[in-house]
């Protein structure tokens, strides 16, 4: 199987037949948009086998890739069983910036389509649930923001780290990022349950970790496709004013921010390390 990548979307559309059934639409692209192939679908038809065709005829001027990448989850049911028949693999993420760029520049288009309903639409809005508090006991022993200079991030991606995800594209270096530019992060002591800790983490596949003010304030970790995590609370000023500035840095890094779990603070071994945006 190769490794070339598609990013797809199949939705429902704010435009309507002659019936006044809802269409829905399938968007295929590849990271670079040097593939973009759309198709519409009236509700009553939509159905995995109706987007396996699809995929057939994309492949025939094209080769199958070896992924389709998915970022809504009423989408990934229908392309994944569609995927199965034709052996590809389907990644949930919320990284597919080339299909959402495109989905916006959609919205325009429909505009000037005879089938368009005219209502609001947003297609990058998801259902998302509210956030769930994890459990005290997971969380290991301690944890504080912290700061890493650009350029020792490659250096700490190239030591045995069980737990390693750092996409390319998110490299400092492939953002742009000066090597002395300080980026924000969290580190986690997780003593014991450090290793426990860092692998639910990659199950659960984190994509940010911000901070809400509130009463109490907290760390939310947004993660999977519309997961979101209540990491920890607290209400002392001093932290507060240190998650403002860990927000603040982040608007100098491009959004760029790490996560790190280690079994402790002697910074002799780590147990897993994100890099997120």
């Given at each position: ?37 759309t198709a519409i679908c ?200 240190a998650a403002q500035v ?32």
């Open positions: 199987m190769n490794n070339s990548i598609w990013q797809a979307d199949f939705y429902r559309r704010p435009l309507q037949d002659k019936q006044g059934q809802q269409l829905w639409e399938l968007l295929i692209c590849t990271p670079t948009r040097s593939l973009e192939f009236p509700q009553p038809e939509v159905s995995a086998h109706w987007v396996v065709e699809q995929l057939r005829k994309v492949g025939q001027g094209q080769e199958i890739p070896g992924t389709i990448q998915v970022f809504r989850p009423q989408s990934l049911g229908l392309i994944e069983t569609a995927a199965q028949v034709l052996g590809v693999k389907v990644e949930a993420t919320r990284r597919t910036t080339a299909l959402k760029q495109w989905l916006l520049e959609r919205v325009q288009q429909y505009q000037g389509m005879e089938t368009y309903t005219g209502e609001s639409y947003d297609p990058l809005t998801l259902d998302s649930p509210p956030p769930v508090p994890l459990a005290e006991n997971f969380w290991g022993d301690r944890w504080r923001f912290a700061t890493l200079p650009a350029g020792n991030i490659k250096d700490i991606i190239e030591r045995p780290i069980p737990i390693l995800a750092v996409p390319e594209f998110l490299l400092p270096l492939n953002l742009g990022l000066s090597s002395t530019l300080p980026i924000p992060g969290v580190v986690i002591d997780g003593g014991r349950q450090s290793m426990r800790l860092a692998k639910w983490l990659e199950a659960a596949q984190p994509y940010l970790l911000k901070y809400i003010s509130g009463d109490p304030d907290g760390l939310i970790l947004e993660a999977g496709l519309v997961d979101r995590w209540v990491v920890v609370t607290f209400s002392d000023q001093e932290v507060s004013l860990y927000e603040e840095r982040k608007q100098y890094s491009q959004g760029l921010h790490f996560l790190l779990v280690q079994p402790d603070d002697s910074g002799m071994t780590y147990s897993g390390f994100w890099l997120l945006q």
